[in-house]
């Protein structure tokens, strides 16, 4: 069956920055579109970030375009959020996604 685990969620101070990872399986990576939503009480799902299968194109949300970078590793099958230059409102429970498929999620805090 489809997994999407997340990892790499933690309590940062603004400024600062963390790497976001998502282990895939049970469908063919590479032929997939692959995505990063976050959450916050009370709002629903946001699209941050989306990449191709191949990785060539990607698109990030407004808020969070010059400071998040999505990559993607066809041979690993992982797909990677690097958050630069974080602020208090990216604090968040952040999502991996592929069509109807979500993972668990992680906490992502960033706080003083």
């Known amino acids: 069956q489809v997994q999407l685990v997340e990892s790499g969620g933690d309590l940062v101070q603004p400024g600062g920055s963390l790497r976001l990872s998502c282990a895939a399986s049970?469908?063919?990576?590479?032929?997939?579109?692959m995505n990063w939503y976050r959450q916050t009480p009370g709002k629903g799902r946001e699209l941050v970030a989306a990449i191709t299968s191949t990785g060539d194109t990607t698109r990030y949300a407004d808020s969070v375009k010059g400071r998040f970078t999505i990559s993607r590793d066809n041979v690993k099958n992982t797909v990677h959020l690097q958050m630069n230059s974080l602020k208090p409102e990216d604090t968040a429970v952040y999502y991996c996604?592929?069509?109807?498929?979500w993972g668990q999620g992680t906490q992502v805090t960033v706080s003083s």
């Open positions: 996604n592929r069509g109807g498929n």
């Open positions: 049970g469908f063919t990576f590479r032929a997939s579109q």
